[in-house]
């Protein structure tokens, strides 16, 4: 298929996605990064972000965590710790979890904590619930990235 790539997501729990699509964007801890088809061989360390990718279908959106990405000509493979839909994400629940976590960061630095492996676990919890936040806010209509899912009005 010299027109599409093969995208997929795995995480520890198996394959979240498997979809053929026209192209993709994700973020590498240099930076975002596209996909199309034909794409010369990359190897990318992820960070927490959105990944968008675009099919005939529309274009869809999710948050994945840190981890990996391998592309190629025809596949784009994305080995991360987390996948969520953008439509599976619940800002509420997110928001608690941050300011949880926050608060534990906060508790840390009082303690005159400022890194190790605690201090690192709560910081990826933090940047992992900002990215789902941030897709949430973002890409609702009337927003920068436009309507949610890549619909048009």
Not at 9 to 29: F, I, M, N, W, Y
Not at 36 to 41: D, E, N, Y
Not at 113 to 142: F, N, T, Y
């Amino acid at each position: 298929m010299a027109d599409a790539i093969h995208l997929e997501v795995v995480t520890r729990h198996g394959v979240a996605l498997r979809e053929d699509v026209e192209e993709v964007q994700a973020p590498s801890v240099a930076g975002e990064f596209g996909v199309l088809p034909g794409h010369l061989p990359l190897l990318a360390a992820l960070k927490s972000g959105v990944l968008t990718y675009r099919n005939k279908g529309g274009q869809k959106r999710a948050v994945i965590g840190p981890g990996f990405a391998e592309a190629g000509p025809e596949k784009l493979l994305v080995i991360t710790e987390h996948f969520v839909p953008e439509d599976d994400i619940d800002p509420t629940a997110t928001q608690e979890t941050l300011d949880a976590e926050r608060e534990r960061l906060a508790e840390l630095e009082e303690k005159g904590i400022k890194s190790g492996a605690r201090w690192d676990e709560h910081a990826a919890r933090i940047e992992w619930c900002e990215a789902q936040l941030a897709l949430v806010e973002l890409w609702r209509p009337g927003k920068r990235g436009g309507t949610k899912g890549g619909e048009t009005h």
